[in-house]
Nanobody
């Protein structure tokens, strides 16, 4: 079965950086699109970024120019580098494989002084 394990969340000051990681198992990683979504209480999950098997990337409008998604197929891992963080980036961040509607457990990111 598909498993996704996220790590790297935490508390950071505005303007700071964090890198999230998501390691997948139970799939042929290099042929699937991987994505990051985020959710705040009472709101729907929104796309942060996704990356296809060929490296095509999409970003949500609110993170363009600040976040970068990448993948390491040898490690079955997708990364989200988050720079210039703002308080409004505070959310639970989820890793996903859209093709299988599989989701990780989520990792909390809090941006606060």
């Amino acid at each position: 079965q598909v498993q996704l394990v996220e790590s790297g969340g935490g508390l950071v000051q505005p303007g700071g950086s964090l890198r999230l990681s998501c390691t997948a198992s139970g799939i042929i990683f290099n042929i699937v699109t991987m994505g990051w979504y985020r959710q705040v209480p009472g709101k729907q999950r929104d796309l942060v970024a996704d990356i296809t098997s060929t490296g095509s990337i999409r970003y949500g409008d609110s993170v363009k120019g600040r976040f970068a998604i990448s993948r390491d197929n040898a490690k079955n891992t997708v990364y989200l580098q988050m720079n210039s963080l703002k308080p409004e980036d505070t959310a639970v961040y989820y890793c996903t494989i859209p093709r299988f509607d599989s989701w990780g457990q989520g990792t909390q990111v809090t941006v606060s002084s």
